[in-house]
């Protein structure tokens, strides 16, 4: 071996014994630079998007950090202990929903948050994201598949109890993304696609008797979805000026800090829900281009991961999680953009919050247990 090579072979050993580091460890390299990719940007939009507040940065930063530590802490965590542990986690997080109807605290007319002594303001909801992925896992896994319409039954039983009790709040986002994550494992459980088109064909006959049971403000959502014109200074105002903002930004976009439907007020909610606005203006096509390529990526990994899992409940968790990640990625910027109707997601891991960006780590911590974990 000449110098040359020996000096060109030194960045990839390098590399590979911080891939196998890393494994060592439990995480999946090729999902935590994502991640990281993903934060990295999320904090440096933020700091344009909050007018260049250093304290909200650092508070997102902190949060973040604590999201990883629980990314790493689950991530050491076989799978039989998830499989064990599964239906006390649920029961938990009723309980905690239950609570946050009785007892919970309220903002902006909705009552989604829990003030419990010792503990910081948390979003309940949040948690049962992945409690209902992993609930309706553990009942699946042993049972034959796929599903029958006794265990069809039973396991739509476990989703509808706490999609309920978050309709309560009102929260219709949480709603969708906690029902949409407990389907999630039904479909990749096998079901066969006549009892799918069946759900769909019930559930638009179901449409005008579920619209009568929305609140007011929901209804006007879904209507200003199709004429955002009809009032503009109200109900179409967030629509209206998200779109401008994004439009506004072309290919390039105007530049960090030079965004001015945010920067003067337009847009509201930029710093959270709406944030990808901010993105579409200041950084354009491109920016929004690279974040969804990396979104992607992120996707692709944890359906890869899934995909090779030896057991079947290792299967539908890892698969259940990722897609709930990906309903959460597209909710948010088929709202934005205005092909859906805005109901409060926030964009994942870029997106100013604390319980949701932890929640979300902590499943992708899960997904990597999957992935080290091979023993079962």
């Known amino acids: 071996m000449t110098t040359r090579d020996f000096v060109r072979s030194l960045p990839q050993r390098e590399t590979r014994s911080a891939g196998a580091r890393l494994r060592q460890i439990h995480l999946d390299p090729l999902m935590l630079i994502g991640l990281l990719v993903v934060m990295g940007f999320g904090l440096v939009v933020l700091y344009s998007a909050a007018d260049r507040n250093v304290d909200m940065v650092v508070n997102q930063s902190v949060r973040l950090l604590l999201g990883l530590s629980v990314l790493v802490?689950?991530?050491?965590?076989?799978?039989?202990?998830?499989?064990?542990?599964?239906?006390?986690?649920y029961a938990g997080g009723v309980g905690l929903l239950l609570l946050v109807d009785l007892i919970g605290s309220s903002a902006k007319g909705a009552q989604r948050w829990l003030d419990l002594p010792g503990l910081p303001r948390f979003q309940p909801s949040e948690?049962?994201?992945?409690?209902?992925?992993?609930?309706?896992?553990w009942y699946l896994h042993d049972r034959p598949l796929p599903p029958g319409l006794k265990d069809l039954a039973v396991a739509l039983g476990i989703i509808a109890v706490p999609t309920g009790l978050i309709l309560i709040q009102p929260d219709l986002g949480t709603a969708i993304l906690v029902a949409g994550a407990g389907v999630a494992v039904i479909v990749l459980a096998g079901?066969?696609?006549?009892?799918?088109?069946?759900?769909?064909?019930a559930l638009a006959l179901a449409a005008p008797g579920l619209w009568y049971m929305l609140?007011?403000?929901?209804?006007?959502?879904i209507l200003t979805l199709f004429d955002p014109q009809s009032d503009p200074l109200g109900a179409g105002w967030n629509i209206i000026q998200s779109?401008?903002?994004?439009g506004s930004g072309g290919v390039y976009g105007k530049g960090l800090f030079q965004g001015t439907q945010s920067h003067l007020d337009f847009l509201p909610e930029s710093h959270t829900d709406f944030i990808i606005a901010v993105i579409g203006e200041e950084l354009g096509l491109v920016g929004m281009t690279g974040l969804l390529l990396v979104y992607l990526a992120l996707v692709a990994r944890g359906l890869f991961i899934a995909a090779q899992a030896q057991h079947a409940f290792q299967r539908l968790l890892a698969g259940a999680l990722t897609l709930t990640f990906f309903v959460y990625v597209f909710v948010n910027v088929g709202m934005v953009s205005g092909l859906l109707p805005v109901v409060g997601v926030p964009l994942p891991l870029v997106s100013y919050g604390g319980t949701s960006a932890i929640t979300l780590l902590g499943s992708f911590g899960i997904i990597m247990a999957v992935r080290t974990h091979r023993g079962w």
């Open 73 to 89: 802490v689950a991530a050491q965590l076989p799978v039989t202990v998830y499989l064990r542990w599964t239906p006390f986690a």
């Open 127 to 137: 948690l049962v994201k992945i409690m209902v992925p992993m609930m309706v896992a």
């Open 191 to 201: 079901l066969q696609w006549r009892w799918m088109a069946g759900a769909a064909l």
């Open 215 to 221: 609140h007011d403000y929901q209804r006007q959502r």
């Open 243 to 246: 779109t401008t903002a994004i």
